[in-house]
């Protein structure tokens, strides 16, 4: 039994001849475990297919299904982070443990011990608004991790950081997506995060996404950021990126700027 299933998911917005179609339809399978990664032009719906999944949004035909239970929920990370500013960095981190009502030493517990994890243990008492961009990154990673979630769900995370920051995120969240048993589907508009990151990756079309390609990454886990060095990652980028360009060509005229160059990245 797959953890996430979607079957001939659509979504369109708006009515008549105004009527935008986003998504699909879109079949798509997770496997317990499996870190999935979703790579897409700009506007082809990748977010759609997020939210649906989260259960933010619903599709207009098809159904997509996530198998979990109460105690270990599906979590989400956001490119803008989603934390709250007028909480605390601990109580954002928490906040996730306080709707499942854990008690709240046991919580405070949690919490304290993933901000440790990444980093942020001095920081428990600030408030978001005293973080860097990557730092606030890191709360929504541990609050998302606090839950101990069986699926996670990310649309973009690292998209608004330097390429250094990005890195250090990505290689960190192998660590911790290794150590735990969760299911992960991660939208990214970067080839080498998708490869560094995924088991799988899916290449989406132009609007409405379809997936239009599937590659199966040859890297062994528990793996490292190593693989970004190892030739078969540079010859599986060359490929995908050969299947992604014809879709950034076939954008939508609503989708916003053309890349300034193919430098792996499609949106
Ligand atoms: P991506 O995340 O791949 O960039 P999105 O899923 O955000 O793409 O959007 C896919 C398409 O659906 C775009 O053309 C976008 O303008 C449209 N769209 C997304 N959300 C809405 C909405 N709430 N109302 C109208 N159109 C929307
Ligand atoms: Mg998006």
């Not at 299947?243 to 954008?251: A, H, I």
């Amino acid at each position: 039994m797959p953890k996430i299933r979607a079957s001939a998911v659509t979504r369109s917005f708006g009515r008549g001849p105004r009527t935008v179609a986003a998504l699909g339809p879109l079949d798509l399978d997770v496997d317990p475990g499996e870190f999935v990664c979703v790579v897409g032009p700009s506007g082809c719906g990748k977010s759609t297919l997020l939210r649906i999944a989260a259960g933010l949004l619903r599709p207009s035909s098809g159904a997509l299904e996530l198998r979990t239970d109460a105690t270990h929920p599906a979590a989400m990370i956001f490119q803008d982070y989603g934390i709250y500013d007028w909480k605390t960095v601990l109580a954002n981190v928490r906040f996730g443990l306080d709707v499942q009502r854990a008690p709240r030493k046991e919580a405070d517990a949690r919490a304290a011990a993933w901000l440790a994890k990444l980093g942020l243990a001095d920081f428990a008492d600030a408030y978001p608004a005293a973080l860097s961009g990557g730092m606030r990154q890191r709360v929504a990673i541990a609050r998302a991790l606090a839950v101990e979630p069986e699926i996670l769900l990310m649309d973009e995370p690292f998209a608004a950081l330097d390429a250094q920051l990005r890195t250090i995120l990505q290689d960190e969240l192998l660590a911790l997506t290794q150590a735990t048993s969760a299911t992960t589907l991660f939208i990214t508009h970067s080839l080498e995060e998708a490869l560094v990151l995924g088991d799988r990756v899916l290449v989406m079309s132009a609007r409405p996404g379809r997936v239009i390609a599937e590659r199966r990454t040859p890297f062994a886990r528990p793996r490292t950021g190593d693989v970004r060095s190892d030739p078969r990652f540079t010859a599986l980028k060359d490929e995908l990126w050969e299947l992604l360009r014809g879709e950034v060509g076939r954008r939508a005229p609503d989708a916003g700027p053309a890349p300034a160059s193919g430098e792996g990245a499609a949106a």
